[in-house]
């Protein structure tokens, strides 16, 4: 299932959190009541965008700046946790970056790893199709 939704209520809007995301974003040593560091909740949140655009895109690779996951995100993450995000996401083999083949052009290209993705479900019991 790749369920995204942004909840409206007046002025404010709200992302919707996918548990299962968050979990396998934490880290290893994670306790429950310890506090969620911003930067494994943007990458869950990363995570459920790039699942969500992946399913819509005919590359495997997407174009994607980071005012791109910006706006994604509601401009509700800076860019500094968005990079820590993003490196969080490689450092658990969910994402590969490589640069454009445009040596002029600083946007990287980002790969979801769908099967590393699926693989960390499944040893939390949360297989996703």
Known sequence: ??????????????????????????????????????????????????????????????????????AALMNTEGRGTILEALKLLQSRGFVQSRKTKDPRDQTKEWKLEMGKVNEALTKRGQNHE
Not at 23 to 33: A, E, F, N
Not at 45 to 67: A, C, F, G
């Open 1 to 70: 299932m790749t369920y995204r939704s942004v909840i409206n209520h007046g002025n404010a809007r709200f992302f919707h959190l996918r548990q299962e995301y968050l979990d396998i974003c934490q880290d290893p040593d994670y306790t429950p009541g310890k506090p969620v560091r911003s930067a494994v909740e943007c990458a869950a949140k990363l995570l459920d965008i790039l699942i969500t655009r992946k399913n819509t895109e005919t590359s495997s690779w997407l174009y994607e700046r980071i005012e791109d996951f910006s």
